[in-house]
């Protein structure tokens, strides 16, 4: 399905907006843009906020035109966010923009779609926070120039640790951050503890060959490293490593002759689900059964539904808190379900918990200005879904988790939070 074909009324705006009190969210396509604004319009009451105190808040992410994936897991956790607080950051009324970073169809990033989304975001005065990308690259691309406009920036999925940190790349961080202030924030943990805890999993399972398959980019590259330097210290013996495309799906065949050769006791990924796909039904093909690991990249409900009973036992490490380890796991579930009609991803939790510390740090601002939201993002205090939520002088969550995932009769379980030494 290309995506200038969908149109979906999330929910019904009445004829006359000024007078209305209904809440309108629908896609509206432009060629190969999926722009979803939600509005809140019409009289509020006495007490609400006047509409004409309107700022707005942006998101760019992956999405596939099916809706799977950790794009849409990640979008509709901010969308049930955003309804659940009235569309409303205290005095000020909030419209949505979702903005797609991903080809026309699939969920694989392009660059210069997050490019034209951060511009674009950077350019309209009223836009005052940022949600995205979910991809590592994404925000490579996109930080320097919301950076240069003062525009608060927050990240519900990127893990590579040099968007805010020493990295892997000359220059890191500040490569990112051209006007030397930091406008970047994330709520999932780094890829420097995600690696560690997988090798370490991979240990407690008592796995000695390693063979890791990174995806060719900073994500990839960033966590296929941070796992092997846990790995070299901890006597996990990497037996190969190879690199594929984000997304790969021909030419495999050499790739799984290599690690069939090789017999490691698990294969390591580092990418995303548009890629371990291919990957897994390949090696499936190619009669090699060996225990499959990824990190957060994979974590979607949309793996287990392509790959049927060929994700069994597939594990996955995950930079925060699964649906079943919340404290209000039924609650949030419900509703979510009542909402979506269809259960919450594990990236629908920083999706929701992103959106709520964004109206919070509005609210707290009490101003419509962008450098007074990002001084109150910078201070901010959150209880949000996954837990307690503030962020460092880099903008890195203090909320540090890691969880161990894995599939079992078609769905994904959590093994509990994994150790990272």
Not at 316 to 334: H, I, K, N, P, R
Request: with cysteine; hydrophobic share 40%.
């Amino acid at each position: 399905m290309d995506k200038d074909k969908l149109d979906i009324k999330m929910i019904t705006k009445s004829n006359d907006s000024r007078q209305s009190t209904t809440q309108t969210n629908c896609f509206k396509i432009w060629g190969l843009r999926i722009t979803l604004i939600v509005l809140l319009l019409g009289s509020l009451g006495a007490c609400q906020p006047d509409e004409t105190n309107a700022i707005r808040i942006v998101a760019s992410l992956p999405l596939s035109p099916d809706k799977s994936g950790l794009g849409w897991d990640t979008a509709q956790g901010m969308l049930l966010a955003i309804e659940e607080a009235n569309y409303q950051a205290g005095d000020f009324i909030v419209e949505f923009e979702l903005l797609d970073a991903s080809g026309p169809d699939d969920d694989i990033l392009v660059p210069e779609r997050e490019e034209a989304n951060a511009k674009k975001a950077a350019a309209d005065a009223e836009v005052l926070i940022y949600l995205g990308n979910s991809y590592s690259s994404g925000c490579k691309v996109g930080i320097p120039i919301l950076n240069q406009a003062g525009l608060a920036q927050i990240s519900p999925g990127a893990t590579y640790p040099g968007l805010t940190k020493q990295g892997f790349a000359a220059g890191e961080p500040a490569i990112y951050y051209p006007s030397g202030e930091r406008t970047f924030f994330r709520v999932v943990t780094t890829d420097d503890m995600q690696g560690p805890a997988g090798a370490f999993w991979a240990q407690d399972q008592g796995m000695e060959r390693v063979y890791i398959v990174e995806q060719e980019d900073i994500y990839g590259q960033g966590l296929s490293r941070a796992f092997n330097q846990i790995a070299q210290i901890i006597d996990l013996n990497v037996v190969g490593t190879s690199t594929v495309a984000e997304g790969q799906n021909t030419g495999l065949e050499t790739l799984v002759a290599d690690i069939a050769a090789q017999q490691p006791d698990l294969i390591y990924y580092t990418g995303f689900r548009s890629g371990a796909v291919p990957l897994i039904q390949a090696l499936k093909q190619g009669d090699v059964t060996t225990s499959f690991m990824g990190g957060d990249g994979i974590f979607t409900p949309a793996l287990i539904e392509e790959l049927g009973p060929d994700a069994e036992g597939i594990m996955a490490t995950f930079t925060g808190l699964s649906v079943d380890q919340l404290d209000d796991s039924e609650g949030f579930t419900q509703r979510y379900e009542d909402r979506f009609g269809t259960q919450p991803g594990g990236w629908s939790i920083p999706g929701y918990d992103a959106m709520n510390i964004a109206l919070a740090a509005i609210a707290q601002a009490g101003q419509a200005e962008r450098a007074t939201v990002l001084n109150s993002l910078r201070y901010i205090n959150h209880d949000g879904l996954a837990g307690h939520y503030s962020f460092d002088q880099n903008g890195d969550t203090s909320l540090l988790l890691i969880s161990g995932m894995y599939v079992q009769d078609g769905q994904w379980h959590s093994e509990g939070l994994l150790r990272v030494q």
